[in-house]
T-cell receptor, first 114, second 113 residues
Framework: GAGVSQTPSNKVTEKGKYVELRCDPI?????LYWYRQSLGQGPEFLIY????????DSGLPNDRFFAVRPEGSVSTLKIQRTERGDSAVYLC????????????FGPGTRLTVT | QQQVKQSPQSLIVQKGGISIINCAYE??????FPWYQQFPGKGPALLIA?????SEKKEGRFTISFNKSAKQFSLHIMDSQPGDSATYFC????????????FGSGTQLTVLP
């Protein structure tokens, strides 16, 4: 079946602009995660959704970052007033449900803030 | 605070050799330890994983060894192939409902033909 998909694959924006990154999880997966991966580093956790609600947003770096998952499937990560330090690959992963172990990652969105 | 420490940062192995990557963790709340393989421009792909109630798990050429008392685990790639050249990340998953992953810093493996 289809894996996790993310759009766009690349996004270049100017400092101060607003961006939206989209994640489409594996069909039927109720758990969805966002991670951020800086160059040469491992992914870092941002936020976790179980169904429609953000069950854990402790990894969001500040209030410029926000994510939604209104129908419990597709999720959008929103970044306001982008800064050059936000440049990274944003990864989405999904899992089959509460307490499930395996997380499957999408290809990521490479965000570049100029 | 880096909760999962990974070494080495880079590794070069001859084709047919054994690649060994090591990780150490601090938080005893971790209860699941996956390894991910990542190729340039791709997302991490789940390779193999272990729970702390076993000391070793083998899948094909890939083996995880786990030492609970030392809070260390390692990935062994037997008969390494050029196609194994990638970045490998260990990770640890916290018990509970959220289960977010904490990753190591990665090991760039190069297998020479």
């Amino acid at each position: 079946g289809a894996g996790v998909s993310q759009t766009p694959s690349n996004k270049v924006t100017e400092k101060g602009k607003y961006v939206e990154l989209r994640c489409d999880p594996i069909s039927g997966h109720t758990a969805l995660y966002w991670y951020r991966q800086s160059l040469g580093q491992g992914p870092e956790f941002l936020i976790y959704f179980q169904g429609t609600g953000a069950a854990d947003d402790s990894g969001l770096p500040n209030d410029r970052f926000f994510a939604v998952r209104p129908e419990g499937s597709v999720s959008t990560l929103k970044i306001q007033r982008t800064e050059r330090g936000d440049s990274a690959v944003y990864l989405c992963a999904s899992s089959s449900g509460t307490g499930a172990h395996e997380q499957y990652f999408g290809p990521g969105t490479r965000l570049t803030v100029t | 605070q880096q909760q999962v420490k990974q070494s080495p940062q880079s590794l070069i192995v001859q084709k047919g050799g054994i690649s060994i990557i090591n990780c150490a963790y601090e938080n005893t709340a971790f209860d699941y330890f996956p390894w991910y393989q990542q190729f340039p421009g791709k997302g991490p792909a789940l390779l193999i994983a272990i729970r702390p109630d076993v000391s070793e798990k083998k899948e094909g050429r890939f083996t995880i060894s786990f030492n609970k008392s030392a809070k260390q685990f390692s990935l062994h790639i037997m008969d390494s192939q050029p196609g194994d050249s990638a970045t490998y990340f260990c990770a640890a998953q916290r018990s509970g409902s959220a289960r977010q992953l904490t990753f190591g810093s990665g090991t760039q493996l190069t297998v020479l033909p």
